[in-house]
């Protein structure tokens, strides 16, 4: 699934905190990941589903911590995420559907309409994978004010969302790692 046995480039093996022995690129299935800057505990491969000309593009992300090649059972769970992604984006929209109406994220008279459309405005879904199978969903577009200034993140134990917030300045930086990882 992955092409691990590919060496660094060059370049790549001469960049303060890039491990030589961590592959530039993962496969899986028909995505091409391509590893990304990322503090030296953490090695983090992104990349974009094909998708239909003119569809926005959907990103996957790997992340390794600490920072090591990814074992072949966090490639397969990846694949799964894949494969399934419409159907698991579309839980988390009515995951977030149900959850958002609750008092403690403060949606305002107009947001808590936005409930009750037929599309909820989130757009633009990533999936990001964790080495533990973990994983989650976040919408980097939406009209929520909870989803200034980075989006809106639905976590995933297996193909059940358990979880949602808001992204905002506290909780994930400007590289796009949250702070608690």
Sequence with gaps: MSDNGAPPSSSAAEEPGVDAKLP???????????????????????????????????????????????????????????????????????????????????????????????ELPLAVPEATVWADQSWAIRFTESRFRLADPYGILVTFNGTQPVDVEGLDDEGFDDEGFDDEE
């Design 24 to 118: 530039e690129t993962v496969r899986i299935a028909e995505v091409v990941l391509t590893r990304v800057e990322s503090p030296p505990s953490l090695a983090c491969w992104s990349g974009c589903f094909p998708e239909p000309a003119g569809a926005v593009e959907t990103g996957l992300s790997l992340l390794i911590e600490p920072a090591a090649p990814p074992e072949e059972a966090t490639l397969r769970f990846a694949h799964d995420v894949m494969s399934r992604f419409d159907v698991l984006v579309d839980q988390a929209v009515e995951y977030c559907r149900t959850r958002l109406r609750e008092s403690q994220f403060e949606l305002t008279a107009e947001e808590l309409s936005w409930l009750d459309l037929p």
